[in-house]
T-cell receptor, first 113, second 113 residues
Framework: GAGVSQSPSNKVTEKGKDVELRCDPISGHTALYWYRQSLGQGLEFLIYFQGNSAPDKSGLPSDRFSAERTGESVSTLTIQRTQQEDSAVYLC???????????FGPGTRLTVL | AQSVTQPDIHITVSEGASLELRCNYS??????LFWYVQSPGQGLQLLLK??????LVQGIKGFEAEFKRSQSSFNLRKPSVHWSDAAEYFC???????????FGTGTRLQVFP
């Protein structure tokens, strides 16, 4: 595809349920990032994948958050036992690697009731 | 710890007026610096970036930014604002030897005709 795509665009869930958010990076981009944008806040780094290296998980806010990436392709961000404070826009970005421009997807707006 | 400060939460200008959005960073080494724009319902788009060299950087849409090491600043400027520039603007710092970006909380620009 032409750009980074994310699905779903919107997700409404009940507190305590698990959710999966998907990101399809630009083909050939070795680096993939997840960020969270809460209302009135800047973007908060969550996790970073680079090729076959171990992911940098230093931004994950709790052990309820996890992410996987299949090779240099699709990534899934999973939030278990969602809480209301998890409500935010989750943004995915990809790049060619170090010093490469990060291209952002449109985001998934998650609402936890 | 590394941080990015955008002191202006909301700025309003008239179309045709000049614009300067402020960004200050805290980082122990020379950072990589970025400005992104997020239009309503859109993903983030890179306006410009600074890695090294000339401290005045030209970007897309007529924007420029100047890196001032002595002031730890990377302010974004445009000589004449267009109504289509209304959006949220994010300054970000890239950390040396990683690809993580630390974002500021953003400045919302409103343009009056």
């Amino acid at each position: 595809g032409a750009g980074v795509s994310q699905s779903p665009s919107n997700k409404v869930t009940e507190k305590g349920k698990d959710v999966e958010l998907r990101c399809d990076p630009i083909s050939g981009h070795t680096a993939l990032y997840w960020y969270r944008q809460s209302l009135g806040q800047g973007l908060e780094f969550l996790i970073y994948f680079q090729g076959n290296s171990a992911p940098d998980k230093s931004g994950l806010p709790s052990d309820r958050f996890s992410a996987e990436r299949t090779g240099e392709s699709v990534s899934t961000l999973t939030i278990q036992r969602t809480q209301q404070e998890d409500s935010a826009v989750y943004l995915c970005a990809s790049s060619l690697g170090r010093e490469g421009e990060q291209f952002f997807g449109p985001g998934t707006r998650l609402t936890v009731l | 710890a590394q941080s990015v400060t955008q002191p202006d939460i909301h700025i309003t200008v008239s179309e045709g007026a000049s614009l300067e959005l402020r960004c200050n960073y805290s980082y122990g080494a020379t950072p990589y610096l970025f400005w992104y724009v997020q239009s309503p319902g859109q993903g983030l788009q890179l306006l410009l970036k600074y890695f090294s060299g000339d401290t005045l950087v030209q970007g897309i849409k007529g924007f420029e930014a100047e890196f001032k090491r002595s002031q730890s600043s990377f302010n974004l400027r445009k000589p004449s604002v267009h109504w289509s520039d209304a959006a949220e603007y994010f300054c970000a710092v890239g950390l040396y030897n990683t690809d993580k970006l630390i974002f500021g909380t953003g400045t919302r620009l409103q343009v009056f005709p």
